[in-house]
Structure formats: C-alpha cells, structure tokens
C-alpha cells in the first residue's frame, strides 16, 4: 500500500520501534526526526512506560506535547505537567491484580510517576530500571495500592503465559478495560479509554490534525489500535506477526534503523 499523499503528524511507539534493542536512539533516527520538523511535519511519541521513563527522549527528539504514556492513560507535556490521564476503578483494579497472579506472573503498578513492586529483585525489574531510568518503590501487598492507578502490568519470563494471561484477561476484562501485550513479557491494563487508538483520536482533536493525515509506526499488540485509527501504518520488521497483518507497510527491525527508514521511504519520499 501507497503512503498517503500528506502526512501531517508522525507518532510513533517507542520501545521495539524507536530505540534500538539497547534503548537507545541511533543517529538515523534522530535525524529522520529532525528532517521530519524541517518539513513541517509534526512528530510526536506514545508508550506503555510511564511519561517519567520517557523524559530522556523529549530533549533529543524536540518532541510535541502533548506526549502519551501509559498507552494514554495519561498525557503529558514536555515538563512532566499533567494535561489530562484516566485511571482504573479500584475495585476494578484489586480483580485485574488478583486475575495476574492467578496466572502466575508478577505484578507491577503505575501511578502517575510511582512505580510499585512487591519484589525489588524479581523477574525484568532490573530491564525496567534502565529502560525507565528511575527505581520502583517496593510495598508488601500491591492490592493495597489500587487508587489513581494508571496502568498495571503483568510480568513474566514464560512468554507464552504471558500470552494465554492475555486471553484470559480479555475475556475477563475485554469490554470494561484494555488489555494487551506491549511486549512479549509484560500484559497492560489501563482504562477503556487509555489505548493507543484514542491516543490517534486525541491527537488529531487537540492539533486540529485529520486522521488520514496522520501516519503511526508500531511493533506489539497495543499499537494495532493506533494502526486502525490512522491513515497510514507501518509495522516493524521485529513486529508480532499478527501486529503486521494489521499495518499498512512494513520496514525493518529496530536493529537495522526500521524506524528511520520508514520515515524516509514513506514520509520524506527519499529515493531507495
């Protein structure tokens, strides 16, 4: 499928899409960004992480506000400020806890900028803090803990566990939250309306920026939502299979500068 004609507004996931498999952004991809602006094509991001654990690519990428974490449970600007969030029910929230460990996983919690853990050592905390670049805070029982939440995630080693929680969980929780993977190992809850779809809706209300002029980039589950609600989507070369059946394009893995890549090919039109 052809790129639209205009492409007015570029958002894009972060984790598996815009940083390399080290977290880091490569020099590719901060000038596809920069290029992007000096077309007058604005560029913004939208994540599981919490808005802290993305502060370090505002500066970098001279990102737009407003900017999306939690799957856009809540929306920041470029100083942390809140702008708006939704958070889960708290009687809701204690079910979806007890529903995680059911399934065997760990649990974590996401409450504007806290993170909240039951065990500092177990399985990806150490992959989350250098991911996030900041430190949970341990509590004894998380279920007691299920006020303002804004996002909860499910961890585990085995991804097929993982994968099986999230059937589970739909089914439990499909129509009353949203519920998917952002990674083969983590499965968020966040609120009905903290999806990556209503990120694209928000966004195009808020900048005044049509749909079909707004083109997304994404690797996992949670961003086939913002596929369907955009003009144009492009999947990862690193994608989950299912995630590019449902884009409009594909490019290369995040190893390889996929992300820049489609940048170019499809937003800057530069030759191949």
């Given at each position: 499928?052809?790129?639209?004609?205009?492409i007015?507004?570029?958002?894009?996931?972060?984790?598996?899409?815009?940083?390399?498999?080290?977290?880091?952004?490569?020099?590719?991809?901060?000038?596809?960004?920069?290029?992007?602006?000096?077309?007058?094509?604005?560029?913004?991001?939208?994540?599981?992480?919490?808005?802290?654990?993305?502060?370090?690519?505002?500066?970098?990428?001279?990102?737009?506000?407003?900017?999306?974490?939690?799957?856009?449970?809540?929306?920041?600007?470029?100083?942390?400020?809140?702008?708006?969030?939704?958070?889960?029910?708290?009687?809701?929230?204690?079910?979806?806890?007890?529903?995680?460990?059911?399934?065997?996983?760990?649990?974590?919690?996401?409450?504007?900028?806290?993170?909240?853990?039951?065990?500092?050592?177990?399985?990806?905390?150490?992959?989350?803090?250098?991911?996030?670049?900041?430190?949970?805070?341990?509590v004894?029982?998380?279920?007691?803990?299920?006020?303002?939440?804004?996002?909860?995630?499910?961890?585990?080693?085995?991804?097929?566990?993982?994968?099986?929680?999230?059937?589970?969980?739909?089914?439990?929780?499909?129509?009353?939250?949203?519920?998917?993977?952002?990674?083969?190992?983590?499965?968020?809850?966040?609120?009905?309306?903290?999806?990556?779809?209503?990120?694209?809706?928000?966004?195009?209300?808020?900048?005044?920026?049509?749909?079909?002029?707004?083109?997304?980039?994404?690797?996992?589950?949670?961003d086939?939502?913002?596929?369907?609600?955009?003009?144009?989507?492009?999947?990862?070369?690193?994608?989950?299979?299912?995630?590019?059946?449902?884009?409009?394009?594909?490019?290369d893995?995040?190893?390889?500068d996929?992300?820049?890549?489609?940048?170019?090919?499809?937003?800057?039109?530069?030759?191949?």
């Amino acid at each position: 499928m052809n790129a639209p004609e205009k492409i007015s507004f570029v958002l894009s996931d972060v984790d598996g899409t815009l940083v390399d498999k080290n977290k880091r952004l490569t020099p590719r991809t901060i000038e596809a960004v920069a290029a992007l602006k000096a077309a007058g094509i604005r560029f913004s991001i939208t994540s599981a992480r919490p808005p802290r654990g993305m502060a370090m690519l505002f500066d970098p990428l001279d990102l737009d506000p407003p900017i999306a974490g939690f799957n856009g449970g809540l929306f920041v600007d470029r100083d942390l400020n809140i702008l708006s969030e939704h958070t889960l029910d708290p009687a809701m929230a204690k079910r979806m806890i007890g529903l995680i460990k059911d399934q065997g996983l760990d649990v974590w919690v996401f409450r504007g900028n806290e993170w909240l853990v039951e065990d500092r050592n177990g399985v990806y905390v150490d992959h989350e803090i250098r991911t996030v670049q900041f430190q949970p805070t341990v509590v004894e029982d998380i279920a007691a803990h299920c006020d303002e939440i804004a996002k909860i995630v499910g961890v585990g080693e085995d991804f097929d566990r993982v994968k099986q929680a999230e059937v589970v969980a739909q089914k439990e929780f499909g129509e009353v939250a949203t519920v998917a993977r952002s990674q083969s190992y983590y499965l968020d809850f966040t609120h009905l309306e903290a999806n990556k779809g209503a990120v694209v809706d928000h966004l195009s209300a808020s900048l005044g920026i049509p749909r079909e002029e707004i083109m997304t980039i994404g690797d996992s589950s949670n961003d086939v939502r913002m596929f369907a609600r955009s003009g144009f989507s492009v999947a990862m070369g690193n994608a989950f299979e299912e995630v590019k059946e449902k884009a409009s394009a594909l490019t290369d893995s995040n190893a390889d500068d996929g992300f820049a890549k489609a940048i170019e090919r499809y937003v800057l039109r530069k030759p191949t």
